[in-house]
């Protein structure tokens, strides 16, 4: 397997875990978005929290270059141990919520 679908396969398996966390309270659902086409992840959560609307993205993580960016990460467990511990090395995987100067400083990739 090329390291292109091996990575989107690795994502795609991480994004439908992560959606299978149901959130406490409300009345939330979790959606896994999986666009392996354009190399696009995300899990959003969708519905009601009492009178207030809840829509958002938790993770939001893109491939891009061979290199897997990690957009947004909204969660109590970092979705970057997740991966790696899945086998994706810290020199492709850019912590892509960091702005490019401060990333050089992080144990990732300095895209």
Request: overall charge negative; hydrophobic content about 40%; aromatic content about 10%.
């Amino acid at each position: 397997m090329d390291k292109l679908s091996n990575y989107r396969e690795i994502v795609s398996r991480i994004i439908r875990e992560y959606a299978s966390y149901k959130p406490s309270h409300g009345q939330i659902e979790t959606e896994a978005i999986i666009d392996s086409e354009r190399n696009h992840y995300e899990v959003m959560h969708v519905g009601w929290d009492g009178v207030r609307r809840v829509h958002g993205s938790v993770i939001h993580i893109d491939i891009i270059n061979e290199k897997v960016w990690i957009q947004y990460d909204g969660t109590s467990r970092p979705v970057a141990e997740a991966l790696l511990e899945a086998g994706i090395p810290r020199e492709d995987i850019v912590l892509g919520f960091h702005p490019a100067d401060v990333r050089k400083y992080t144990d990732f990739a300095a895209v």
